[in-house]
């Protein structure tokens, strides 16, 4: 069974930089989707940035140009870089994955729903 677990987070001053890492175990990186999600302080959660088993990238209006995802298929490690935070950035930041085929993420690849298997989470707190 696959898991992804979080590394990484923090605290950082406004304009700051935070690279966060999620592991995945139990499946290859080129059999999954994975993506980073927030967690809003209603427990609401959305998608931030999405890779493909294909290492193609998505992501949402509120981080692209400032988060950057990339992967290390020898670590099965997905990376999540984020640049230039604002406070509004903080939050809880999760890493979740969906094995092939997950035929719903080709259509809508930051949605919550799609994902199965998920982190628990970690805070990123940014300072005015």
């Known amino acids: 069974q696959s898991q992804v677990a979080e590394a990484g987070g923090g605290s950082v001053p406004a304009g700051g930089s935070l690279t966060r890492a999620c592991v995945a175990s139990g499946k290859s990186v080129n059999r999954l989707w994975m993506a980073w999600l927030r967690q809003t302080s209603g427990s609401r959660r959305e998608g931030v940035a999405a890779m493909d088993n294909n290492g193609r990238a998505t992501y949402s209006d509120f981080v692209k140009g400032r988060f950057t995802v990339s992967r290390d298929n020898d670590k099965h490690t997905l990376y999540l870089t984020m640049d230039r935070l604002q406070a509004a950035a903080s939050d809880t930041y999760l890493c979740?994955?969906?094995?092939?085929?997950?035929?719903?993420?080709?259509?809508?690849?930051?949605?919550?729903?799609?994902?199965?298997?998920w982190g628990q989470g970690t805070q990123v707190a940014v300072s005015s």
């Open positions: 979740a994955a969906c094995s092939l085929p997950c035929d719903g993420l080709w259509y809508h690849p930051l949605r919550p729903g799609e994902y199965f298997y």
